[in-house]
Structures are given as C-alpha cells and as structure tokens.
C-alpha cells in the first residue's frame, strides 16, 4: 500500500488517499511529524498509528477548547471526550491536562460550592446534587460545602426578607415559602429556625 495523493481540505487539514481510496483526514502538524508524502509506501500498523496520533491530537485540541469556555471534572471532560476519543485516548488527555494544572477536581469543588452558596443562595442539599450531578467524588463535594462555612439560618433570613417577607401573613404563605425553601436545597430545620427567628 501507498499514499497515493494528499488534497487540502480546509484549514490545517488534508484528505489522505491510500491506493486511490480516501483514508482519514489529517492535520498538517501529523503529516509533517510522520513525514507523509505522495508514493510513502505504509502498512496496516503504521496507518492505525497515524490515525492513533490524529485521534490523540483532536482530543487534545477538544479538551483545550473545553477548558477554555469553563472549569470541568474530570469525569465530565472525560465523557466529552469519549464522544469522538477511544477511552484509552481520552484518559491519556485527562491525565494530560490533569498534570498541566488545567484540571483539578478539588479547585472546581471549591469554587462550584462558593458559587452555588454565596451567589445562588443555594442550600447544601441542592449544591451537594448539582456539583454529583457534574461528576464531582462525594468526599471532595462534602469538604467543598464544609469550607464554605456558611450560616444558612442567616441566608434564609436574607432571602425571606428580599423576596418571601408577605408569605410570613398566613399559613398558606408559610407553606410555600417552606417549599420554595426546600427547593433551594435547605433543611427543614434550618428553615424552621430561620422562620422562627425572623418573626
């Protein structure tokens, strides 16, 4: 077998023909690595490199990408990757990143928990979920939530005064505000004291 033409395609990327047949689509930085050329005679093991290579190098590139638009959990780049990536592949990447400091669980734990806490005014219950929900390890979500240190009777109060304070009047009201509260992931404890206190 032979590579028998190598056509621009669009950007950096070139359409490979092996024996007159289109092959795979490759990235100039491949090529050039591999030194392809019209008339390299290569074999089934040295093209599944190739397309080895150039799988790893657009996992790379997409992992990149999405760690550019936002902070992700391991898990979650992982099953990104794994849309378009073997898994061997899109561990590779993840440990990859993991080692450059562009992924750590622990750091992502810790800022999820303050924003869901301090800026959503979320309760432990629903960050806890949200943050499992994004592949986050049970352990680093409960010392994320812990750290936070947060005095929800205080934050029910906030909230009751900036947005429920007419369902204190009655029983009906106080039965949605519970439930509005709970919804925000509070305790009914907590709710109860926060009430309590407020009145």
Known sequence: MKITDIV??????YTVFVDDEYWYI??????????????????????EDIMMQAERR??????Y?????????KKE??????????PEIAMD???????????NDEDYAGKLARYYMLSKKWGAKKAYY?????????????SAIDECDVDF????????????YDCLEDYKGKQKLIAALMRLGYSYDDIKTAISEYN
């Open 77 to 86: 780049l992982y099953d990104k990757l794994l849309k378009s990536a073997r």
């Open 8 to 13: 621009k395609a669009k950007g950096s990327r």
């Open 26 to 47: 490759l990235d100039l930085e491949i090529i050039m690595a591999n030194a392809l050329k019209i008339s390299t005679e290569v074999d089934e093991d040295f093209l």
């Open 153 to 164: 009777t205080e934050q029910i109060k906030a909230i009751i005064d900036k947005k429920y």
């Open 58 to 63: 657009k996992a790379r590139e997409r992992a």
């Open 130 to 142: 949200e943050m499992l929900k994004r592949g986050i390890d049970k352990e680093l979500i409960l």
């Open 93 to 103: 990447i993840i440990n990859m990143v993991e080692e450059q400091g562009l992924l």
């Open 65 to 73: 990408y999405l760690l550019g638009y936002r902070d992700h959990s």
